[in-house]
C-alpha cells in the first residue's frame, strides 16, 4: 500500500537513492568484509534532532521489527539506514540487534546534503548501486530503513528528469530497483521499512494534521497484532480470487458496484515471510490492508468520501464522484475540488478510471492521518494507474481515498456491516 501524502527514501551507502533522486554521503563505511558497529561521527549532535516535539518508546517498536516481523537470529547480519532525525531510533535498534547476537552496521543520512546532491548531481548516478552497496548486499541477511526526510520536499525545485529516476518505496521498475531486487531475492534478504518515521512535525504541519495525533496513531500502528491481522488478510484474499460483483453502500451516501476479475492480490501484515524475501519484496510498518485491482470497466454509482484526503497541494473534503462505464462522470466537493481537477490533468492516461479495492486492517490506527487505507474498517477505492499492480490502467499517478461504516457484499454475501468484517 501506498501513502499518497508522504515522499519517502532510504540511504544505501555513498549514494544515497531516494524518492526524487540519488545524492552523495560524507561519511566513511564500515569495511564490508567485516560488518561490526559503527558509530557515525557526530551521532551524539545527530541524536539532538531526533524526537524533539514527540517521545517514543523504542522497545516495543524494537521488539516488533526485529522479533515478529523478521524474526532476527544470533549471528544475522543487518544493515540499519536512516534519516538524521531517526537516529535515535537507529541507534536503539542496533543496540537490540546486538543484543540478540546479531551483527550490525548502521548509516544516517543528512537531508541538507541529499537534497544538495539531488538538485544538482548527476542523473547517471540515479540508475546504478555503488560498488559499496553491491558488497553490502552480498553480505547482509536484513535490511532496515527509515522512511524521510523529516520536512516535504519542494517538487518545483527538483528537476524533472530526477522526479522521474526517483525511487519512492524500493518498488518501482528502473534500473536501480531491478539490481537491488536482485541481488536481495538472490540471498532471500529480508527488508523492512519504518513508514512511522514520516509523522514529522514539519509534515503534520504542511497536511494541517495535529502532529502529537499523527505520531501516536503512526507508531501505535507498528504495534498492531500482525498474525491476526495476516489471518483476516487471508480469509478476505480467498474472496478476491475469482470472478465476483461487489456492491458498496454506505451512510454518507455511497452507493458503487463493480466487478472482481480474478487479480492478484496485495496483502500487507507487517510479516516479512519467505514470498517476500524470494520476491525481494519490502514490508512496511505500520501494516495492516488487502486488496485489489478491479475490472476497470465495470464500476457504476456514487462515491462519497467520507474522510478528508489529504495531499500535498491540497486537502478535499466531501469528495463525490459519479461512475459510468469505470470512469469518473463528474465530481464536486466541499472545499478542495480543484485538488482533484489538478490530479486529472496532470496524470494523463487512465487518471480517471476505476483501479483498485481494499479493505483496512489495522485497529491501531486512526483515519486522517496518512493511513486511512489501512485503517480496521475502512474500504480503499482508488483510480488511475494500476498496471504496476496487476491492472490494465495506464498513466503517471493514481488517487485514493476512503469510505467508512460501509455495508459490502460480494455476490449477495455480506462481508463487511457498518464497517465490521463478518469473516
Not at 531491478?178 to 540471498?187: F, I, L, V, Y
Not at 494541517?208 to 487471508?234: I, N, P, V, W
Not at 519484496?281 to 489529504?310: H, M, Q
Request: proline share 3%; charged share 25%; hydrophobic share 35%.
Amino acid at each position: 500500500m501506498h501513502c499518497t501524502a508522504c515522499s519517502a527514501s532510504y540511504s544505501t551507502g555513498k549514494q544515497q537513492k531516494t524518492v526524487e533522486g540519488q545524492t552523495k554521503q560524507s561519511h566513511q563505511h564500515t569495511s564490508t568484509h567485516d560488518i561490526g558497529t559503527r558509530q557515525l561521527p557526530c551521532e551524539s549532535n545527530l541524536n539532538s534532532l531526533s524526537d524533539s516535539f514527540f517521545s517514543v518508546d523504542y522497545k516495543p517498536l524494537s521488539r516488533q521489527i526485529l522479533d515478529i516481523s523478521l524474526k532476527v537470529q544470533a549471528g544475522d547480519r543487518i544493515w540499519i539506514n536512516g534519516w538524521e532525525h531517526t537516529s535515535k531510533l537507529v541507534s536503539h535498534l542496533s543496540q537490540e540487534c546486538r543484543k540478540r547476537g546479531c551483527e550490525v552496521v548502521h548509516t544516517l543520512q543528512s537531508e541538507v546534503s541529499w537534497l544538495r546532491s539531488l538538485r544538482a548531481g548527476p542523473s547517471s548516478n540515479l540508475e546504478k548501486l555503488t560498488s559499496k552497496q553491491r558488497a553490502l548486499l552480498d553480505e547482509i541477511d536484513a535490511y532496515i530503513f527509515t522512511l524521510g526526510p523529516r520536512h516535504p520536499i519542494d517538487w518545483k525545485k527538483i528537476p524533472l528528469e530526477k522526479r522521474r529516476l526517483a525511487t519512492i518505496w524500493l518498488s518501482e521498475d528502473n534500473k536501480f530497483v531491478k539490481e537491488w531486487k536482485s541481488k536481495a531475492a538472490r540471498r532471500k534478504i529480508k527488508m523492512l521499512g519504518i513508514e512511522a518515521t514520516l509523522a514529522t512535525e514539519e509534515r503534520a504541519k504542511a497536511l494541517r494534521m495535529d502532529f502529537r495525533t499523527y505520531a501516536e496513531s503512526m507508531y501505535a500502528g507498528c504495534l498492531a497484532d500482525s498474525h491476526h491481522m495476516a489471518s483476516q488478510a487471508k480469509r478476505l484474499s480467498s474472496v478476491f480470487r475469482k470472478r465476483a460483483f461487489v456492491r458498496i453502500a454506505t451512510p454518507s451516501g455511497t452507493d458503487l458496484q463493480f466487478n472482481l476479475d480474478n487479480r492478484p492480490t496485495e496483502i500487507s501484515h507487517g510479516l516479512v515471510t519467505e514470498e517476500e524475501t524470494r520476491n525481494a519484496k519490502v514490508v512496511f510498518l505500520p501494516a495492516g490492508a488487502v486488496g485489489t485491482t478491479v475490472d476497470e470497466e465495470s464500476a457504476n454509482g456514487l462515491i462519497v468520501y467520507d474522510s478528508p484526503i489529504r495531499r500535498w497541494n491540497g486537502i478535499m473534503n466531501g469528495l463525490k464522484l459519479r461512475i459510468s462505464g469505470g470512469r469518473v462522470a463528474e465530481y464536486s466537493a466541499s472545499d478542495g475540488a480543484s485538488v482533484f481537477k489538478e490530479y486529472l490533468e496532470n496524470s494523463g492516461g487512465d487518471a480517471d478510471r476505476f483501479a483498485f479495492f481494499g479493505f483496512g486492517l489495522n485497529p491501531m490506527l486512526k483515519l486522517g492521518y496518512t493511513q486511512d487505507d489501512k485503517v480496521l474498517g475502512s474500504i480503499e477505492l482508488n483510480f488511475g494507474e494500476n498496471e504496476s499492480r496487476g491492472g490494465k490502467n495506464k498513466g503517471r499517478g493514481d488517487f485514493w481515498g476512503v469510505v467508512s461504516k460501509a455495508n459490502v457484499t460480494v455476490n449477495g454475501l455480506a462481508i463487511m456491516e457498518s464497517g465490521r468484517l463478518l469473516i
